[in-house]
């Protein structure tokens, strides 16, 4: 395992629609995190798990959204009733358990909403 | 909230130095961390500096941190034209888990 994987690379979905994201980090890490990132701007924070536990929210994330990470492996980030302000990239990132180790990105995932 | 600030664009010839500068708000912060990403892609953890250091060096990278006037900088040296991308400063707080990011500098280095 080289990085942190993210599935699918691009979404196109109508708005209204339904999306699941999937990412898998790097194997040893046990701690995951959500960012959301829109055109010309950098990542904003939405959610961070440690093993199977979601440990903070940001207020970013609204009750449409909902992100699982059911054994502590992969996680899923799931859009309901998507809305054309959606249309970001999705990117995860993962590190070791300690405040000192630096958080590793994916390559995320790009959606759009038509 | 917090804040990032970083200018927008960079432009420099290729082989020289190029210095990109970040300052932040957050007093508590602990890390500060540089991040490179290339267009449709994620972001590359470059380097690293703990808020008690004021220098890293990495093979071509050079890290400065000013933590009294809050201002970081990045130098890359011998720039070439794969070091094009936008660099992204960012900040994480004492007992938080959230990085907090700039919104980036585009460098685009002149052949």
């Known amino acids: 395992d080289t990085g942190v994987s993210q599935d699918p690379r691009h979404k196109i979905t109508k708005r209204g629609q339904n999306v699941t994201f999937r990412c898998d980090p790097i194997?040893?890490?046990?701690?995951l995190y959500w960012y959301r990132q829109t055109l010309g701007q950098g990542p904003e924070f939405l959610t961070y798990?440690?093993?199977?536990?979601?440990?903070?929210k940001s207020r970013l994330l609204s009750d449409r959204f909902s992100a699982e990470r059911p054994k502590g492996s992969f996680s899923t980030l799931e859009i309901q009733r998507t809305e054309q302000g959606d249309s970001a990239m999705y990117l995860c990132?993962?590190?070791?358990?300690?405040?000192?180790?630096?958080?590793?990105f994916g390559d995320g995932t790009r959606l759009s909403i038509l | 909230g917090e804040d990032v600030e970083q200018s927008l664009f960079l432009s420099v010839r290729e082989g020289d130095s190029s210095v990109i500068n970040c300052t932040y708000t957050d007093s508590s912060s602990t890390y500060l961390y540089w991040y490179k990403q290339e267009p449709g892609a994620g972001l590359q953890l470059l380097t690293y500096i703990f808020s008690n250091m004021d220098m890293k060096q990495d093979q071509r990278l050079t890290v400065l941190l000013n933590k009294k006037d809050k201002h970081l900088s990045l130098r890359i040296a011998d720039t070439q034209t794969g070091d094009s991308a936008i660099y992204f400063c960012?900040?994480?707080?004492?007992?938080?888990?959230?990085?907090?990011f700039g919104k980036g500098t585009k460098l685009s280095v002149i052949p």
């Open positions: 990132a993962s590190s070791l358990d300690s405040p000192l180790q630096p958080q590793h």
């Open positions: 798990f440690q093993n199977e536990a979601q440990l903070e």
């Open positions: 194997s040893e890490h046990n701690r």
């Open positions: 960012a900040e994480i707080g004492a007992g938080s888990y959230q990085l907090t």
